[in-house]
């Protein structure tokens, strides 16, 4: 071999260069794990669409990522072809340089949404990644034509580019509830017909299909009007209609639910379905199952989850999927209301953890495709082998999966492929479906003299922000619209009886409240900040039961996967200090002190004075975790905090206020060092004064909540202790190799 002469210098630069390396190597990312490995590709800012692909290194797949990603690629460039961006997309994903012969494979389109929310005629800001991880923000994406209209698009493009090809299309919970007026106020039956019209043919439950009983779902799944006599106007939306032409005729299967009672599932549901479709003479088989979050019991008032049980989601699924394959259904597919979130190409939350479970009770499961839901986020990568998609939530985008089933293994070729496509208005190839447009019109002109009534004035073009929306850090969770909201319960509650004190979950606060140009709040825009409809009641809760709950708060979590639980309130302050209990990483702050808006301290140990507290029906099962509030002694019932929220801004009205976008903190940390941290709650989250940077690196991003509220999941930050292993190894490297070359340098020169 022949030598090479190195001076004593390039010995300094080649240890230098060691360390850095083991730098660069230690990183958090692992890139190069099979589990994690997703190629994503964005297509053009024009189409606003994130594609993943990626193939599993367990299956021998005839088609490389890099290749399909290639191919992504050069597809998008061409942006002056007629094709769409969906049709970009499926006639890449589907092309197959294997020698296998193509008559034993059959190119499959799985379309999904997720957390739809009766959003049939609102839009939003769609949330995506690219492939290096960074958000992909599409404006105004959505509405229930526009999807369908995407949807059909994806389809057409798919068959056109495999004539022998098939599309499912599917949803995976929470179609309905926490709706926008035009669908709430007439039961979500018009978002039932919709999805019927869209063509969705196998669907799951999340948490919001409780809010109202599964009896209730049943009947408006039947086109069916739940309460006859309401209003004139909803009877005759109804009596216009067959049941038929209402009615959602789509399969619901869900695995992990059983009436405790009979130990069988729900009215009539199925575990799992089996979707047929033909090639010629050949039938391709793909299994359904279905499951649900374990969190629902704490996510829907009590009493419409009291009669249920709700089994291990990963266990269920086990447990079927080894029925599917002794039918012979190697191809299958789970439709999981349970969070992910994802972070690059890794994906944390219940989902991973119940995809690592199955794998473990059963590693021959053959589950290829888990379309996800719940936390409300962009998720399009591998977890053990297994594509995992989740499409945002409210219509803004949808899955676009697409696999190679193979007839001789009745199973996918290889793991599906995937994009998450945004509903962009801005692409004019993709028109609206009319016939699902009628459907919205129709409820839109049938509620919009309700919707658009005026109820009160801010500022013009003002905007009461939401937590999900404002620099939650900043305030620990606290709102001006979750201040507003809770003002108003308090009044409603001393309509009836002296009240002190008003709490309610952030979840349940589902939009902003914007103005109109003149500052005018409308009816519909209150509706949709507080859509549920819960009843309120009073209670009596003594200081120690108040810090309790207080105390049962998981804002800032720092458990991995946990979800952030926080309550808004009015009539109270308080200050909360780091938990003393260092291993209870579920309850990052406790509470230090509590004082009424008049000025009484509250005890937080006193267990017999007693003090009114104005809560929802919700809190008072012990939703979101709050399960302090079930010991409660309720001593009046109000109406609907909907309602309570409506009159109270009529009333400020009334006496010529404007309903204030600035609200006083209420809730403030207190170091120890006994230095107070808090400030005004605005609504600019510019304007928020920063919290101490320790403080804010401790703290995770809000959670969209109960009854949607696990929609998001938190992270802690883990990486500390790797961190500084990293940088000793590294570090030690380069210290030998300065010595190194001091030990010789009377060599002048250094042979490999």
């Given amino acids: 071999m022949k030598k090479y002469k190195w001076r004593t210098n390039s010995s300094v630069i080649l240890g230098v260069l060691a360390g850095l390396v083991y730098f660069g190597t230690s990183a958090k990312v692992d890139i190069a794990s099979a589990d994690t490995l997703a190629t994503a590709t964005t297509l053009t800012a024009s189409t606003a669409t994130v594609s993943a692909t990626a193939s599993s ?120 509830s926490a709706s926008p007026a035009a669908s709430a106020l007439l039961d979500d039956q018009p978002t039932i017909a919709a999805l019927q019209q869209m063509g969705i043919q196998v669907g799951t439950l999340g948490n919001h299909e409780f809010d109202k009983g599964l009896d209730q779902l049943v009947q408006v799944m039947n086109g069916q009007e739940p309460t006859a006599g309401r209003t004139p106007a909803i009877d005759a939306y109804y009596a216009a209609h067959t049941a038929d032409e209402l009615a959602g005729k789509y399969q619901i299967v869900i695995s992990n639910v059983v009436d405790t009672a009979t130990g069988k599932i729900p009215e009539g549901f199925k575990p799992y379905t089996i979707e047929t479709v033909k090639d010629g003479n050949q039938t391709a088989k793909i299994g359904f199952i279905g499951v649900i979050t374990q969190e629902t019991p704490i996510l829907v008032v009590a009493k419409n989850v009291a009669a249920y049980t709700f089994t291990d989601p990963a266990e269920a699924i086990a447990k079927y999927s080894d029925e599917l394959r002794a039918q012979g ?67 803004k985008a949808y899955d676009d999966v697409v696999g190679n089933y193979d007839f001789a293994t009745n199973d996918f070729e290889s793991t599906p492929t995937a994009q998450i496509v945004a509903v962009d208005p801005k692409n ?86 914007t103005a109109t140009p003149d500052g005018t709040i409308t009816w519909g825009a209150a509706q949709a900040a507080q859509p549920f409809g819960n009843a309120l009641y009073i209670v009596e809760m003594t200081g120690k039961q108040i810090a309790a709950v207080l105390n049962e708060q998981t804002f800032g979590t720092k458990v991995v996967g946990g979800s952030d639980y926080w309550l808004q309130s009015s009539g109270l302050t308080y200050t909360v200090t780091d938990n003393p209990d260092k291993t209870d990483l579920e309850h990052p702050y406790v509470v230090s002190s509590m004082t009424l808006d008049n000025g009484t301290k509250i005890d937080p140990t006193d267990t017999t004075k007693k003090y009114h507290v104005a ?54 940390y207190v170091s120890s060092q006994n230095k107070t941290i808090g400030q005004q709650v605005k609504n600019s989250p510019t304007s928020l ?64």
């Fill in 689 to 752: 004064a920063p919290i101490a940077q320790s403080m804010v690196a401790s703290i995770g991003t809000s959670s969209a909540s109960s009854p949607a509220k696990s929609d998001k999941t938190k992270l802690p930050n883990t990486a500390d202790k790797e961190d500084s292993e990293t940088y000793l190894v590294g570090g030690v490297l380069i210290v030998a190799a300065l010595t190194m070359a001091t030990f010789l340098r009377r060599k002048k020169e250094i042979y490999f």
């Fill in 57 to 176: 290194p367990a299956v021998n797949s005839s088609q490389t990522a890099s290749s399909q990603a290639s191919q992504l690629t050069s597809s998008a460039v061409s942006s002056s072809s007629s094709s769409t961006a969906s049709s970009m997309s499926s006639a890449s994903l589907t092309t197959s340089s294997s020698a296998q012969s193509q008559d034993s494979l059959m190119p499959i389109q799985i379309l999904g949404i997720n957390d739809f929310h009766g959003n049939i005629n609102t839009s939003g800001t769609a949330n995506l990644q690219d492939s290096a991880g960074s958000t992909v923000t599409v404006k105004s994406a959505g509405t229930a034509a526009l999807l369908a209209g995407y949807l059909d698009s994806a389809q057409s493009s798919f068959v056109a580019a495999n004539p022998n090809g098939a599309t499912i299309r599917v949803e995976a919970g929470d179609m309905i």
């Fill in 329 to 395: 259904v190697n191809a299958i597919v789970v439709l999981g209301h349970t969070g992910s979130v994802q972070t690059g190409s890794k994906i944390d939350g219940e989902t991973t953890d119940i995809i690592k479970k199955l794998d473990q009770i059963d590693p021959a499961n053959s589950v290829d495709l888990y379309v996800a839901g719940h936390s409300h986020t962009f998720t399009n990568g591998l977890v053990d082998g297994k594509r995992v998609v989740q499409a945002t939530s409210f219509g």
């Fill in 428 to 513: 004019t190839q993709v028109k609206p479906d009319m016939a699902v447009q009628k459907i919205v019109d129709e409820a839109v002109s049938i509620t919009g003299g309700i919707i658009n009534s005026p109820i009160g004035q801010t500022a013009p073009n003002g905007t009461i922000l939401s937590t999900r929306n404002t620099n939650a850090n900043a305030t620990y969770g606290e709102s001006p619209l979750g201040d507003l909201v809770t003002q108003a319960q308090l009044y409603e509650a001393n309509q009836v009886a002296q009240a002190d004190i008003a709490f309610t979950n952030n979840g349940g606060i589902r939009a902003d409240i």
């Fill in 615 to 668: 809560i929802n029906e919700f809190l008072k099962g012990g939703g979101d975790g709050f399960s302090g509030f079930k010991e409660t002694k309720i001593v009046g019932a109000l109406d609907s905090d909907t309602y309570a929220l409506i009159n109270y801004i009529k009333a400020l009205t009334a006496k010529g206020e404007k309903v204030p976008l600035t609200y006083s903190v209420r809730k403030t």
